[in-house]
């Protein structure tokens, strides 16, 4: 008896270890969480911020090239890499995998004390198929393609065949075994499915398939989410459904109207769910989290024009109810005027921002905005490789002719000679690290509505911003004095010049906590100036106590010089990271209030 219960007990130990041990295993499997109306990215059990970079397509292809990118990588203090899968490379031969790329990433990142995001560009990349295999791009026949109305065939995969669907879906399905496999140290945090989907061209597919689904009713769940969650549909998507006559059945037309934007709709509900269903299969195998990334529509253009039915704002819904694999949507931001389409794209905020596309020479700025403003998880320029070969002989010319010859000054050059900076010292490197110390105290703040951020621009008027019980007047920080006016009555006196053109560089972005009641920890990437105003009632004036600018270490902070004098404007203001005066980028204010 004492054998076998000595025995049972043995297999109840076995038995709970494993259960243990598979409870540890899935904790420790990266995911999402909310906290306030934030969602967090939860990684190795803490909040996570994703300070990543996207290599360009083709540059995770050769081990040989990737060979020097990842030091460099880490030297911009980068913690996440994105990194293309390609299906072609993965599966050249139907049914044969080869993971040697996928496996050297893996442990690259090991070695650098990386974290990837894949980014698994099968069906669609930006709408084309560059990536299918031959054997599936090669055979029309068993895998189908989209049709334009002029009656011509495109080679993008058609959404209307299970067989593209099927092909594609067990690829990322073993994909997703095999990281589950060799990815003990979870290293892959995130998965990017597909890139920029939508049809190129038309407004929808005309093939027959299509044309066939198109006369179809519209599926019962997409209604019954339209009746139950009418006032929190995206109000574009509402107004096309109520200017149809708010009908609860028919077919696409009729639900939706004869109109371009009925076809996007039809074509975002077609896309979600092969995307849902590819994410899916791989979700099964591995459920780390997954996203769709778009190319955003521009203006008043038709959809064809750009991706149709690609995961826009105005087509969200759809994508919610089609594809529930997704955990959330994330806008590739290249425009300068950036700050306006990450609150366009992040109105709702009924999903996590994070940016996986962005202008790297504007990165250094607009990240704060994404941490500050929007609660967000990760912030990804594009081309991140392209800073490194920048620095190599030729490539800065190859740059100037795409880009302005200021915004490449200001990636890698500092001052009117041209002396070209490290890698470190780069301006995005130097903001990466900044949001790296105050990530503790950021993600602890996050969903609470504790923080704010903006992006000052020279020249323009300061931007009020009410954050706890002050408001904060916010402005860029131009270095040197402004022109004076002519002395009265010279002869002849030249008129004042002109104020310079602002430039990419002249703007800097900012974020504010507010760590107590007259509180705040603010950090920059370059000159700002900020006026503080009281927005309770009590005493009407707001002076300032102490400033202290500093560091964090491990989460502590580590206070340097004590602020004040002009390094305060008397103390009237608090001036972050320079301009005239070289204050540090990251400061902690305590204010008082007086009549
Ligand atoms: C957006 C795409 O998603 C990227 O892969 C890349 O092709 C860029 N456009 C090019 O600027």
Not at 28 to 50: E, S, Y
Not at 168 to 191: G, N, P, T, W
Not at 339 to 362: C, G, K, Q
Request: charge should be negative; include cysteine; proline fraction near 8%.
């Amino acid at each position: 008896m004492r054998t076998l219960c000595g025995f049972v007990s043995v297999f109840a130990l076995a038995a709970m270890t494993s259960s243990a041990q598979t409870a540890a295993d899935q904790a420790a499997i990266p995911h999402l969480r909310k906290q306030g109306t934030a969602t967090q990215m939860i990684v190795d059990g803490k909040p996570f911020l994703m300070l990543a970079g996207e290599l360009r397509n083709s540059t995770t292809s050769s081990l040989e090239f990737m060979k020097p990118v990842w030091s460099k990588l880490v030297a911009l203090h980068i913690n996440t890499v994105l990194a293309p899968v390609q299906w072609e490379l993965m599966e050249p031969r139907e049914g044969q995998f080869d993971f040697t790329l996928v496996d050297a990433q893996i442990h690259a990142a090991e070695e650098h004390n990386l974290r990837l995001a894949f980014l698994w560009f099968a069906s669609w990349k930006n709408g084309a198929p560059s990536y299918p295999p031959i054997w599936v791009k090669g055979n029309l026949d068993r895998f189908p393609r989209a049709l334009r109305k002029d009656g011509a065939s495109t080679d993008t995969l058609s959404t209307f065949s299970t067989a593209n669907l099927n092909a594609d879906s067990r690829a990322f399905a073993a994909l997703m075994r095999h990281v589950k496999e060799v990815d003990s140290r979870r290293r892959v945090i995130l998965i990017q499915v597909e890139n920029e989907v939508g049809l190129l061209g038309d407004s929808r597919d005309r093939s027959e398939a299509a044309n066939k689904a198109f006369a179809e009713p519209v599926p019962r769940e997409l209604l019954d989410h339209m009746t139950g969650h009418k006032d929190t549909l995206y109000p574009e998507f509402r107004q096309a459904w109520e200017a149809a006559g708010s009908r609860t059945s028919g077919t696409w037309e009729q639900v939706f109207g004869k109109t371009a934007y009925a076809d996007e709709i039809f074509m975002a509900w077609n896309y979600a769910r092969y995307v849902g269903g590819v994410a899916a299969a791989g979700k099964a195998e591995y459920p780390v989290p997954m996203y769709v990334n778009t190319w955003c529509s521009m203006g008043d253009r038709p959809p064809g024009t750009y991706p149709s039915g690609g995961p826009e704002p105005h087509v969200a819904d759809l994508w919610k109810v089609g594809a529930p694999a997704i955990d959330f949507r994330s806008p590739d931001l290249h425009a300068t005027n950036f700050s306006e389409w990450a609150d366009w794209y992040h109105s709702t905020r009924d999903f996590p921002l994070f940016i996986p596309e962005a202008f790297h020479a504007t990165g250094h700025y607009n990240i704060f905005y994404v941490m500050g403003q929007h609660d967000g998880i990760g912030f990804s320029p594009f081309a991140i490789d392209e800073l490194f070969f920048t620095m190599e002989p030729g490539m800065m010319e190859a740059l100037e002719s795409r880009f302005s010859p200021n915004s490449v000054d200001d990636l890698i050059f500092t001052g009117p000679s041209r002396t070209r900076i490290e890698l470190a010292d780069l301006p995005l490197a130097r903001s990466y690290d900044i949001i790296a110390q105050l990530t503790p105290l950021i993600v602890e703040n996050q969903g609470k509505g504790k923080m704010a951020g903006a992006v000052a621009i020279a020249d323009e008027p300061p931007q009020k911003i009410p954050l706890g019980n002050y408001v904060l007047t916010v402005s860029y920080a131009r270095s040197g004095r402004d022109p004076m006016p002519a002395p009265k009555g010279a002869p002849g006196a030249p008129a004042a010049p002109p104020p310079a053109p602002t430039r990419l560089a002249d703007r800097a972005g900012v974020i504010f906590i507010a760590v107590g009641p007259d509180e705040y920890v603010a950090a920059s990437s370059g000159p700002v100036n900020i006026r503080f105003s009281p927005n309770t009632p009590g005493p009407p004036n707001a002076g300032i106590d102490s400033i202290e600018e500093g560091k964090f270490v491990d989460g502590r902070w580590v206070p340097g010089r004590r602020l004040n004098g002009d390094e305060s404007d008397s103390d009237k203001s608090v001036r972050l990271g320079g301009g005239v005066i070289p204050n540090g980028r990251i400061q902690r204010v305590k204010l008082y209030r007086y009549r």
